[in-house]
């Protein structure tokens, strides 16, 4: 029979990995506006810049700060996973599953609605997330 406890943490590792890889992603190559920030807007990049033209260097810093915490997050679920998570500890489950959708989750649905450019990937991303849900479920 296979062990699947090893491979939940696995997957849960990458997942963390990955958040960690977009935190990376807004700290320093997210610009501030991108080309569907404007589509859903409704007014061109330009538009944008003219009528409120700090909104970029304000948008440049939110993105820092949440890329910082992004990566946080992804730093914190590696080494849950490689703890409290591959051990089983009591608790580790719901909270995974909580951090799981409070984090990835909600950036997955959120960009769904919004119809982003980038919803596909972040469903791809929330994959190992789920996987490793699943894995730590089935294996007793």
Known sequence: MIKLKPYSALFLTLGGFLLA????????????LLPEDSKYIGLSLSAIQNNIPGLSVWLQKVFWVMGCYIFTTGMLTMYVAQTSFRTRTKGAFIIIAIAGLSSIGSMTIINFMLQSDFKWMLLAFTLPWFIALILYLFHK
Not at 21 to 32: A, K, N, T, V
């Open 21 to 32: 890889g977009m935190g990376i992603y807004f700290i320093f190559l997210r610009p501030s």
